[in-house]
């Protein structure tokens, strides 16, 4: 079956730079995506990695090493508004099937 | 951004009736549709895959005779928690896949919570 695993909670200073991990086990994997939510609110989508290596967008960065199973979402100059669920999710098959992962719970603090 | 609009927001009903909530993409057709539910303080849970056309795979554990779903056309999918119970309170989700929009892109309706009384 598969698996995605996130650290549950992390806490970060205000302009700091905080790095969340994801760890998956799965068979047919397609790429690894992740996604903000808010309390009350439905997911948004942050970044994608198919390829091995970074991908830079703004702010965030999302790193994917498919040997590993392993990948992360960098946020840099954290803003209080990031302050948020964030999910790490494969998408295996193309869009055939697409799971999050355990999410991890971001608190920025002044 | 693709727009996805689930409707009802919120809702309540008594333990034994039926719900139906709708899920449509309004400027796009979605040939996939996933439907999710959600606790507090959890992750999404694969409920479906909803496919236009054809039946929807159910994940491991999910009822597909108490959680029925349609997706009759390219721009609705359906989920109908038939004989609801307390225990089927929760968030449902769906979600839809654009194939011309950027790679790994899911777009979420806003959810439905449901009570049951």
């Known amino acids: 079956g598969q698996s995605l695993e996130q650290p549950s909670e992390v806490t970060a200073v205000e302009g700091a730079i905080v790095q969340i991990n994801c760890t998956y086990q799965?068979?047919?994997?397609?790429?690894l995506s992740w996604y903000q939510q808010h309390d009350g609110g439905a997911p948004t989508f942050l970044s994608y990695n198919a390829l091995d290596g970074l991908e830079e967008t703004g702010r965030f960065s999302s790193f994917l090493s498919r040997s590993d199973s392993y990948g992360y979402l960098l946020l840099q100059e954290l803003q209080m508004k990031d302050s948020a669920s964030y999910f790490c999710a494969v998408m295996e098959g193309g869009y055939q099937k697409v799971t999050f992962g355990t999410g991890t719970k971001l608190q920025v603090i002044p | 951004g693709a727009v996805v609009s689930q409707h009802p927001s919120w809702v309540i009903c008594k333990s034994g009736t039926s719900v139906k909530i709708e899920c449509r993409s309004l400027d796009f057709q979605a040939t996939t549709m996933f439907w999710y539910r959600q606790f507090p303080k959890q992750s999404l849970m694969l409920m479906a895959t909803s496919n236009e056309g054809s039946k929807a795979t159910y994940e491991q554990g999910v009822e597909k005779d108490k959680f029925l779903i349609n997706h009759a056309s390219l721009t609705l999918s359906t989920l109908t928690v038939t004989s609801a119970h307390p225990e089927d309170s929760s968030f449902y989700i769906c979600?839809?896949?654009?194939?011309?929009?950027?790679?790994?892109?899911?777009?979420f309706g806003e959810g439905s919570r449901l009570t049951v009384l």
């Open positions: 799965t068979s047919g994997f397609y790429g």
């Open positions: 979600s839809a896949s654009k194939t011309s929009g950027r790679s790994g892109e899911l777009f």
